[in-house]
């Protein structure tokens, strides 16, 4: 979907709603790149099955997903058609920002 009419460039699935941790990620993410101009979907809804979540951003057209779970997070590109886990958020900010 063209960016010009896509209501986000990327969505942040959180899949482990119930740890602490992994929300204050979400969250952080969330507002840095709200700050850097980045338009953000936060799917933070509990009891909802990862794979609705996954396809409410595809049925939206957002390229950039990023996944935050139990193990970690990364970023599934639609573009590249790639999944790349990330150890920060920085690093997660710097890629999108070069993506978008």
Known sequence: MPKRIRPFDSSILLFDTYSNDSINKAEEIYSTLKRQGINVLL??????KRKEKALLSDFLGIPNKIIISKSGISIRDRKL???TKFNNSCKIINYLKNAN
Do not use: F, G, L, T
Not at 43 to 48: A, E, G, N, P, T
């Open 81 to 83: 058609n790639k999944e």
């Open 43 to 48: 799917d933070d809804r509990k009891r909802i």
